[in-house]
């Protein structure tokens, strides 16, 4: 099972709720990373979560918080967010091997975040 | 730092003849991984092939092989017999070491338009 599933597949909020972006895996890898995508620009790495310890944080403001609650689990919660943070969000799983680092990353389908 | 250089932002091939997408690459660390990835208009992230910086051989995967040369920091994505479901963007990416950290970079992308 290569699949990594997020929710919602799409959100409309407006800049002052709060949601958050869930994401899930299960194949037992212990690099999950958040990325954001503007339409026909690569991803921008967010954050990176490495044994479900916050390992990169990309200086993303404060109105974007991850939280890993377990292996499996990735969560992103939006607070107060600007128009401008409308975008496509990824999130992606992959292995860590010690001495090689991280490897192929597994993506999810992403949620298409609308910020009104 | 490292660097992931894609210099053609759209290529168009005839459906069943064969393609090739360019991507150069610069890092400092001997030790490092190049990947492709698919995107389609949905927006998932598909990973497509791998290739090790110790890597002796070229990696193929199906339709997709990788044409590895080292010296030239080059890792051209061929993809034979398109067919129009490879119409997408694809990135390719690199994983090396930055800061302490194995953090992955891509490049800005090649549009594919496979044509019937």
């Known amino acids: ?116 | 730092a490292q660097k992931i250089t894609q210099t053609q932002p759209g290529m168009f091939v005839q459906e069943k003849e064969a393609v090739t997408l360019d991507c150069t690459y610069d890092t400092s660390d001997p030790s490092y991984g190049l990947f492709w990835y698919k995107q389609p208009s949905s927006g998932e992230m598909i990973f497509l092939i791998y290739q090790g910086s110790y890597d002796q051989q070229n990696a193929t995967e199906g339709r997709y092989s990788l044409n590895f040369q080292k010296a030239r920091k080059s890792a051209n994505l061929v993809i034979s017999a398109s067919q129009l479901g490879d119409s997408a963007m694809y990135f390719c990416a690199m994983r090396g070491l930055s800061g302490g950290s194995y953090i992955p970079t891509f490049g800005r992308g090649t549009s594919l338009i496979v044509h019937p």
């Open chain 1, 1 to 116: 099972d290569t699949e990594v599933t997020q929710t919602p597949k799409h959100l409309v909020m407006g800049m002052t709720n709060k949601k958050s972006l869930k994401c899930e895996q299960h194949m037992g890898h212990r690099a999950m990373y958040w990325y954001k995508q503007k339409a026909k620009k690569p991803p921008e790495l967010m954050f990176v979560y490495s044994y479900e310890k916050l390992s990169i944080n990309e200086s993303v403001p404060s109105r974007f918080s991850p939280e890993c609650p377990n292996s499996s689990l990735l969560n992103l919660h939006l607070h107060a967010l600007q128009p401008e943070d409308s975008a496509l969000y990824l999130c992606a799983s992959s292995q860590v091997r010690p001495g090689q680092g991280a490897h192929e990353q597994y993506f999810g389908p992403g949620t298409r975040l609308t910020v009104t």
